[in-house]
């Protein structure tokens, strides 16, 4: 079965700095997508970012990007020039055709100190 | 505006009860999921629907059950069954279940649920 871990239960930055998240995930299957979710207090859940396995190129949000290494099955997510709303839980999600559904780390709760 | 609705935000069963958990869509959206979220568990998948009359249970569908009659609704009924129901419940929804076409989910914003 799919797995996906996320190493840093907590994080912290300061505001206008550079955070790196870090994701690793295990499948056999060679197409399947990862995503970055990102939860604030008020727990509505938000897409940042999204990668197709297929495609070398980093995808690239504004501030975030993300570093995959598909034979290291990792998939870290950069946030650029911190702001005090970044502050939230961050998901690592791993979605593959066999697997029908997301599946999601256990987060990384992020910080932003001003 | 399109979106996930789901209500009510908080809702308080008590020791025997069914309570159900309503989640509507007007995203014209074929796959809808329920997730329980619990503190340091990240999301667990419940059930999930990727059509119409059709639903396969997830990881813990333990104590849970759904209906899909409609392609707009995915409402979830906590049963006495299930043992420890205090969790925050996430609805979501997705153009379709197909690998090929996945743009990632849109979420409703939860309910939280507490047995008294």
């Known amino acids: 079965a799919q797995t996906v871990t996320q190493s840093q239960p907590e994080m912290s930055v300061q505001e206008a700095e550079t955070v790196t998240l870090s994701c690793t995930y295990d499948t056999s299957e060679s197409d399947y997508y990862l995503f970055w979710y990102k939860q604030p207090p008020s727990r509505q859940m938000i897409l940042v970012i999204r990668?197709?396995?297929?495609?070398?190129q980093n995808a690239t949000e504004n501030r975030f990007s993300v570093n995959f290494q598909k034979a290291a099955k990792s998939f870290s997510l950069k946030i650029s020039d911190s702001q005090l709303g970044d502050a939230a839980m961050y998901f690592c999600?791993?979605?593959?055709?066999?697997?029908?559904?997301?599946?999601f780390g256990k987060g990384t709760k992020l910080s932003v100190k001003p | 505006d399109g979106g996930i609705t789901q209500s009510p935000k908080y809702l308080f069963r008590k020791e025997g009860q069914n309570v159900t958990l309503s989640c509507e869509q007007n995203l014209n959206h074929d796959a809808m999921y329920w997730y329980r979220q619990d503190p340091g568990q990240g999301l667990r998948l419940i059930y999930y629907s990727q059509i119409v009359n059709d639903f396969q249970k997830g990881d813990i569908a333990e104590g849970y059950s759904v209906s899909r009659e409609k392609k707009e609704s995915f409402p979830l009924t906590v049963t006495s069954a299930q043992k420890n129901p205090t969790a925050f419940y996430l609805c979501a929804s997705s153009i379709t279940g197909r690998l090929s076409q996945n743009y990632g989910y849109t979420f409703g914003s939860g309910t939280r649920l507490t047995v008294v």
């Open positions: 999600c791993y979605y593959g055709g066999s697997q029908g559904n997301l599946i």
């Open positions: 990668q197709e396995a297929y495609k070398q």
